[in-house]
């Protein structure tokens, strides 16, 4: 007959071992229930900070680390001219600031250019491409200002097929961030309210994402918070944007003002899973994501006026005169940079 003390023992150093291996294989291989109770936590996969915007770098997580700048005329429409890297390099419009390492994004705020003219700007893309993951952008500073169209998205090839994600998106005076989804197939992606997806706190400004060269405002989600874009962001001293692209769930995207980033995404170690409904929720029972959206890099730019800022919606923003006239006078554009602390991409 065994002692019950002896029993206890044996009971316990198995509980020991089970809750020890346990552990162990959840930290690493969670289980769909566990994952589900938890949330994922998305480990780093790319981080693109300072000097890793420019090519030529030593690798990091054994990346290439590497933006293509564009250069020559905007593919929107707008009134700028991409600059090269050398050549956004020797007019400061590319720089890295070494007091905090972060890297600016700038329009020229210096030069005369006729009015309907093409002032010099930057766009760049990342080299790398991406089926999936959690996004991570975060700045200090935004450009802001009338004629101004800033954004920071994602894209794949052969536009509109395999989609496109305007994560930070806005023109002229707005005051919130737009974000939209576009894709290349008709009706089998839409953001319309079904009560199980209605899990976000943004304004529906349009339900279908199939876009065309003619017709492309896609699907958007306007943001309610001021501090999302803007002077509204820059006076909360920026912040972080995160798109969730989950093949399974649907896209979702988050704003955080810098006071307000979670502490598990400072750590490096996110789980969106916690962090509450989001701006915008793009749902795969509505959107047949893997199918629209594929191999997309991603976008930072400046443009000004073209396809969007310059249309008739410059007239009804409250701006000065013409969007052609503005583009003339550099001392517009003092404000027109980003300052980005980085970039992540986690899966
Ligand atoms: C997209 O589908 C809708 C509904 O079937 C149709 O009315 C519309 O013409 C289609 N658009 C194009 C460009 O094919
Ligand atoms: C949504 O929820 C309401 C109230 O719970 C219910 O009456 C309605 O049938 C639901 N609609 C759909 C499309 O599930
Ligand atoms: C240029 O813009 C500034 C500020 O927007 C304005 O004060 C100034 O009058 C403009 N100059 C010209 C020549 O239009």
Same mark, same amino acid.
């Given at each position: 007959m065994h002692s019950l003390p002896k029993l206890f023992l044996a009971a316990l150093s198995f509980t020991i071992l089970a809750d020890g291996s346990h552990h162990w294989y959840s930290h690493h291989y969670p289980t769909a229930a566990h994952r589900q109770l938890i949330g994922k936590t998305y480990m780093i996969q790319d981080l693109y900070q300072g000097e890793d915007f420019f090519k030529d770098v030593p690798p990091i997580y054994f990346q290439l680390v590497d933006w293509i700048f564009a250069i020559g005329p905007d593919p929107t429409g707008g009134n700028v001219i991409y600059q090269g890297q050398s050549d956004a390099q020797s007019k400061r419009l590319a720089y890295v600031?070494?007091?905090?390492?972060s890297f600016i994004l700038a329009v020229d705020s210096t030069s005369t250019v006729a009015a309907g003219g093409q002032r010099a700007s930057v766009r760049i893309t990342s080299q790398k491409s991406y089926n999936g993951g959690l996004f991570i952008f975060d700045a200090s500073y935004m450009p802001v200002g009338c004629s101004t169209w800033p954004s920071f998205w994602t894209v794949g090839p052969h536009w509109p097929m395999a989609g496109e994600i305007d994560i930070v998106e806005g023109v002229n005076n707005q005051v919130t961030n737009q974000m939209t989804l576009h894709t290349g197939t008709n009706q089998t992606c839409t953001n319309e309210i079904t009560n199980s997806t209605h899990q976000f706190s943004g304004k529906i400004v349009a339900t279908n994402c199939f876009s065309t060269t003619?017709?492309?405002? #896609?699907c958007s989600i306007e943001d309610t918070d001021t501090s999302s874009f803007a002077y509204g962001f820059n006076n909360a001293e920026g912040g972080v944007f995160a798109l969730l692209w989950d093949n399974s769930a649907g896209m979702s995207i988050w704003h955080f003002a810098r006071a307000n980033i979670p502490a598990d995404l400072i750590a490096q170690t996110p789980r969106p899973s916690t962090w509450g409904i989001p701006a915008g929720f793009w749902s795969s029972q509505t959107c047949d994501i893997t199918t629209n959206f594929y191999e997309h890099q991603m976008v930072i730019d400046t443009t000004i006026c073209g396809d969007w800022a310059g249309g008739r919606i410059y007239a009804q923003s #409250?701006?000065?005169?013409?969007c052609s006239d503005m583009v003339a006078n550099a001392t517009n554009y003092v404000d027109a940079k980003w300052v980005i602390n980085y970039v992540a991409v986690y899966q």
């Amino acid at each position: 007959m065994h002692s019950l003390p002896k029993l206890f023992l044996a009971a316990l150093s198995f509980t020991i071992l089970a809750d020890g291996s346990h552990h162990w294989y959840s930290h690493h291989y969670p289980t769909a229930a566990h994952r589900q109770l938890i949330g994922k936590t998305y480990m780093i996969q790319d981080l693109y900070q300072g000097e890793d915007f420019f090519k030529d770098v030593p690798p990091i997580y054994f990346q290439l680390v590497d933006w293509i700048f564009a250069i020559g005329p905007d593919p929107t429409g707008g009134n700028v001219i991409y600059q090269g890297q050398s050549d956004a390099q020797s007019k400061r419009l590319a720089y890295v600031d070494d007091c905090d390492n972060s890297f600016i994004l700038a329009v020229d705020s210096t030069s005369t250019v006729a009015a309907g003219g093409q002032r010099a700007s930057v766009r760049i893309t990342s080299q790398k491409s991406y089926n999936g993951g959690l996004f991570i952008f975060d700045a200090s500073y935004m450009p802001v200002g009338c004629s101004t169209w800033p954004s920071f998205w994602t894209v794949g090839p052969h536009w509109p097929m395999a989609g496109e994600i305007d994560i930070v998106e806005g023109v002229n005076n707005q005051v919130t961030n737009q974000m939209t989804l576009h894709t290349g197939t008709n009706q089998t992606c839409t953001n319309e309210i079904t009560n199980s997806t209605h899990q976000f706190s943004g304004k529906i400004v349009a339900t279908n994402c199939f876009s065309t060269t003619h017709a492309d405002s #896609g699907c958007s989600i306007e943001d309610t918070d001021t501090s999302s874009f803007a002077y509204g962001f820059n006076n909360a001293e920026g912040g972080v944007f995160a798109l969730l692209w989950d093949n399974s769930a649907g896209m979702s995207i988050w704003h955080f003002a810098r006071a307000n980033i979670p502490a598990d995404l400072i750590a490096q170690t996110p789980r969106p899973s916690t962090w509450g409904i989001p701006a915008g929720f793009w749902s795969s029972q509505t959107c047949d994501i893997t199918t629209n959206f594929y191999e997309h890099q991603m976008v930072i730019d400046t443009t000004i006026c073209g396809d969007w800022a310059g249309g008739r919606i410059y007239a009804q923003s #409250g701006c000065p005169g013409t969007c052609s006239d503005m583009v003339a006078n550099a001392t517009n554009y003092v404000d027109a940079k980003w300052v980005i602390n980085y970039v992540a991409v986690y899966q």
